[in-house]
């Protein structure tokens, strides 16, 4: 028998890169978490906890829930309805709820939203085993890591082509986060990518509909399947990301490997941004110029003519649907969430997707709103103009892709939109007592405790 081939490497991905970067990732909290970095987390867990539940009575939600019903597996992780599932179910419906109302936090340099690829696949993990609060903090640090680092060697080619960050790199992320938990070393970490890696998919194309949160949930779900694995023995290839058509040569046309090193020693933690809108992140810099636009007219917003709003090119075919007629939809529309700025409506609220769809002066106004691109425009930014009826124009500009570095009006900003997302379904008492929890979870003794304010 021929003796198999060594595997070639793609020009410009060294060999052992897929083992160096997993133990750069496991390695960012040996130290100990940086205090920032701790908090950020603890921002990430409380906001994905709102936005998941919030998210629970949908249907997306609710078709899952009752495949999982049918299926039935060994009831050992929480789901946020306070029943239980096998952990790996956990992370498939708690992951794909957290991702419904798009309503995620993101990561714009990795165009990864990282908390629902990896808070569903920590948390059913960490049930079973009596994981600190701090050693999951920490997974949630190494996970944005390792997703983030391997995006910044795909480029935009990896978007490009149609595929969904989150879904692709998310089960990835997930993995080397459970990985984390289970104290796998090195070499059972990049088996583990390389078990998640064959599995990891995920179309832009299903944008705006029913898949676009399940990518998410899948994502968790082969994550925590793949480390798991890995912990029992289960064998893939040590190096994924650079062999010859392994992933980075077949999910992207272009790659880069000294792009991985950017910053080495800065965690990607501190590039995580939050929505205060429930849609696409493309469209939270136009409700955002809209809504400045709103209160400078004051009166004169209903003499509106016509809207002009520039953006980032890119995002005209991710959320420029013109005419939604989904709540799906209206999340990708930015003429749909820049009238409803521009209206005084609640972006956030269920009606402004669901009856505000069908609103005449709503619709009206939509149409007098024209989105364009303009290639001199950063990333996550946009201008908004409007031409009122007597030819006067207002124009507002507003950058949402810069981090906010007040950590304390984060965590105000953030405990505000949890109360307003769980109020209606958890009561203020046990909101107050959640948000106190996650807040302080790094003294938990076992993470799980978090999951006690959904049980009734």
Request: hydrophobic share 45%; net charge negative; with cysteine.
């Amino acid at each position: 028998m021929n003796a198999p081939h060594p595997p070639l490497h793609p020009v410009g991905l060294p060999q052992g890169l897929t083992r160096e970067l997993v133990a750069h990732s496991l390695s960012v909290a040996s130290g100990g978490l940086p205090t920032d970095v701790g908090r950020i987390a603890r921002h990430s867990l409380l906001d994905w906890f709102a936005v998941a539940h919030a998210a629970w009575r949908e249907a997306p939600v609710q078709i899952l829930l009752a495949e999982v019903r049918e299926e039935g597996a060994n009831p050992c992780a929480t789901l946020l309805d306070g029943s239980r599932a096998s952990a790996v179910q956990a992370a498939l419906v708690n992951g794909t709820a957290s991702h419904v109302l798009d309503f995620d936090d993101a990561h714009l340099q990795s165009r990864v939203h990282p908390s629902v690829p990896l808070w569903p696949a920590i948390l059913a993990q960490a049930e079973g085993g009596r994981h600190h609060g701090i050693a999951v903090l920490a997974a949630f640090a190494t996970g944005v890591e390792l997703q983030s680092r391997v995006a910044s060697c795909m480029g935009e080619d990896h978007y490009r082509l149609g595929w969904h960050n989150t879904a692709t790199l998310g089960a990835l992320g997930a993995t080397v986060a459970v990985a984390s938990l289970l104290g796998l070393d090195v070499d059972r970490t990049a088996h583990a990518l390389g078990i998640a890696a064959t599995q990891a998919g995920g179309m832009r194309a299903l944008f705006g509909t029913m898949c676009k949160p399940l990518h998410a949930g899948q994502a968790a779900a082969i994550g925590l399947r793949a480390a798991r694995l890995a912990a029992r023995g289960f064998q893939a290839v040590p190096d994924i990301l650079e062999r010859e058509q392994g992933f980075a040569a077949l999910y992207a046309g272009a790659w880069d490997a000294d792009a991985i090193w950017c910053d080495a020693t800065t965690s990607r933690v501190h590039g995580i941004v939050y929505k205060y809108h429930a849609s696409c992140y493309g469209t939270q810099a136009p409700i955002e110029a809209c809504l400045q636009l709103r209160q400078q007219l004051g009166a004169a917003a209903a003499e509106i003519g016509t809207v002009e709003i520039a953006i980032e090119p890119q995002y005209l075919d991710v959320c420029c649907i013109a005419n939604p007629s989904t709540p799906s939809e209206a999340k990708f529309s930015i003429a749909h969430m820049a009238a409803l700025a521009l209206a005084g409506h609640s972006t956030v609220a269920a009606e402004s997707f669901t009856a505000a769809l069908d609103d005449p002066a709503l619709a009206a106004l939509r149409q007098r709103i024209r989105v364009h691109g303009e290639a001199a425009m950063p990333r996550a930014n946009a201008r908004a103009t409007v031409t009122l009826e007597n030819g006067r124009m207002h124009a507002c500009h507003s950058d949402a892709s810069r981090p906010e570095t007040d950590l304390d009006r984060q965590e105000a900003r953030i405990a505000s939109k949890a109360r307003t997302l769980l109020v209606p379904g958890l009561g203020a008492e046990r909101t107050e007592a959640l948000i106190a929890t996650v807040l302080s979870c790094e003294s938990l003794a076992d993470a799980a405790d978090c999951f006690i304010h959904f049980r009734q």
